[in-house]
């Protein structure tokens, strides 16, 4: 079955950069758009980023825009998140998400990841 | 982006008895190709979100038949027929239909 399994997270002074990946298995992970979603401390959930299969298509929240990079290897199954000039508020457990379907524009997440905690602290 | 607005935010319920949670999109939810991407998570204490339902009412493999989803184009529902201990969590619609996904403020689900 589908297994995501996130990495690298910590905590990490403000100002500073980090970089998170998730290893995918059980599914064909090149042909699949993969989706990274957060959650505060106590709060619900907020769509980050996303990349097509072939990363011809990447989008950002606003909220990360400019500063977050999603990109990913499909020949390593590794899908990954580098997060730069990170505020208190990227303070969140950050989970990878599968696409439901092929594509990229619909649908949305479906299977997902334990997630990895980031905690921007000083 | 579009908006999903889920009521009650927290649902407190007797074990075995029934329970119900709205989802209202500030845009119709229908795509081009006639489907409604409308998804319910579940959300346990301490795990990561599982989808339960996708297109308004089509369940997950290994979801119980008492959980069930309803509704079109901007109101939607989920329902559990009769609650168990193991349904106490938090509940998020989400939807994929417009660009870019967006979730519900979530639902907590707990037993009186």
């Known amino acids: 079955q589908v297994q995501l399994v996130e990495s690298g997270g910590g905590v990490v002074q403000p100002g500073r950069s980090l970089r998170l990946s998730c290893v995918a298995s059980?599914?064909?992970?090149?042909?699949?758009?993969m989706h990274w979603v957060r959650q505060a401390p106590g709060k619900g959930l907020e769509w980050v980023a996303a990349i097509s299969s072939d990363e011809t298509t990447i989008d950002y929240a606003e909220s990360v825009k400019g500063r977050f990079t999603i990109s990913r290897d499909n020949s390593l199954n590794t899908l990954y998140l580098q997060m730069s000039s990170l505020t208190p508020e990227d303070t969140a457990v950050y989970y990878c998400a599968k696409q439901s379907g092929l594509g990229i524009a619909i649908a949305g997440p479906g299977a997902w990841g334990q997630g990895t905690l980031v905690t921007v602290s000083s | 982006d579009v908006v999903m607005t889920q009521s009650p935010l927290a649902l407190p319920v007797t074990l075995g008895q029934p329970a119900s949670i709205s989802c209202t999109s500030s845009q119709s939810l229908v795509y081009s190709d006639g489907n409604t991407y409308l998804n319910w998570f579940q959300q346990r204490p301490g795990q990561s979100p599982r989808r339960l339902i996708y297109?308004?009412?089509d369940r997950d493999s290994g979801v119980p038949d008492r959980i069930s989803g309803s509704g079109s184009g901007t109101d939607f529902t989920l329902k559990i027929s009769r609650v168990e201990a193991e349904d106490v969590g938090i509940y998020y619609c989400?939807?994929?239909?417009?660009?870019?996904?967006?979730f519900g403020q979530g639902t907590r689900v707990e037993i009186k």
């Open positions: 989400m939807q994929g239909t417009h660009w870019p996904p967006t």
């Open positions: 059980g599914f064909t992970f090149s042909i699949y758009a």
């Open positions: 297109k308004v009412s």
